[in-house]
C-alpha cells in the first residue's frame, strides 16, 4: 500500500470550549482529495493538571466531528497522548489530528520509486513566516 506524507496536528482550545467550526473546513479537505483523516483524538485538561483523552462521541459538544469517524481509531496512543498533554495548557482541551496528504502521494511515491529518503522537514509557524515576509516588506494575500 502506498501512502503520502503523514503529518499531525494538535489544536488547542482554552478553555475546554470546544466546538465544531472547524469542522467544515476539514469536510472540505477530506472531500477535495487533499488529505485522508488517519486519526482524531481529543485531550482535555482541568485546572488542576488531569488529563482525559476521548473520542468525539464521548463528549456531547463534538458531535460535528462524527463526519470523520471514518478515521482510524487507535493510531495515537498513550505516548502520543502524554505528548500533547505537556503543550495543553490546564483548563484547555486539544484536538489531536493526524492526517495524510494525499497531494503529496505521487511526489512521494516519486521520491521513493527514485530511491531517494526525505532527510528532514518541518511546518514553518504561521508567526514565523509572516514575521519573516514582514521584515522583507511583504503581505500575506
Known sequence: MSIGPVE?????FPGNKFNGDVVPAMRQLVDSGTIR????????????????????????DLAAYGEFSEALDGLLNDEDI??????????????FIVWEDLWAKDFADAIR?????????ERIP?????????????TED
Open 113 to 121: 520509486g527514485s530511491g531517494g529518503v526525505i532527510l528532514a522537514g
Open 82 to 95: 502524554e505528548m500533547a498533554a505537556e503543550v495543553l495548557e490546564p483548563n484547555s482541551s486539544a484536538a
Open 8 to 12: 499531525y496536528l494538535i489544536v488547542g
Open 37 to 60: 483523516i488517519i486519526d482524531l483524538l481529543f485531550i482535555s485538561k482541568d485546572v488542576d493538571g488531569n488529563v482525559e483523552a476521548f473520542e468525539f462521541e464521548d463528549h456531547p
Open 126 to 138: 504561521h508567526a514565523i513566516v509572516t514575521d519573516a515576509m514582514a521584515q522583507l516588506g511583504l
